[in-house]
């Protein structure tokens, strides 16, 4: 399973992520009902056939992220660190809406605690 996709609805977000191209994309809202169900799929991923991304910028861009999302995606977020730490070439590209200071400022909370690289992307 070198490939997992899940498409997104209202509270949930597009999920996308491809070993063989080193492509990793978690896009939209995250309040779902069952957090475990949306985000235990991506670690589990992470845990296997994650392992051989590389040369890859994370793409991570949330409209808003509840409190058990926020724990779910920094988990996510340590497993790619612990990938970087192992000496692949991973980015995490942090994009938020301009006028969204709280994700942004998640974001900055985000990249001090973790040793894999930020990009922070304003979008519109």
Avoid at 61 to 75: D, E, G, I, P
Avoid at 96 to 101: A, H, Q, S, V, W
Avoid at 105 to 117: E, T
Wanted: aromatic residues 12%.
């Amino acid at each position: 399973m070198s490939y997992y996709k899940k498409t997104g609805t209202d509270d949930t977000p597009d999920i996308l992520m491809d070993a063989d191209l080193s492509v990793f994309q978690m896009i939209g809202n995250s309040t779902p009902e069952d957090v475990n169900k949306i985000y235990d799929p991506v670690i589990s991923w992470l845990n296997t056939d994650g392992a051989h991304i590389n040369n890859c910028q994370c793409k991570m861009f949330f409209r808003y992220l509840s409190s058990a999302s926020h724990h779910k995606v920094f988990n996510i977020l340590n497993k790619l660190n612990e990938l970087y730490l192992n000496n692949r070439k991973l980015t995490v590209e942090w994009a938020y809406e301009k006028i969204d200071d709280d994700m942004l400022r998640l974001g900055l909370d985000f990249a001090s605690i973790l040793d894999i690289p930020f990009e922070f992307s304003p979008r519109n």
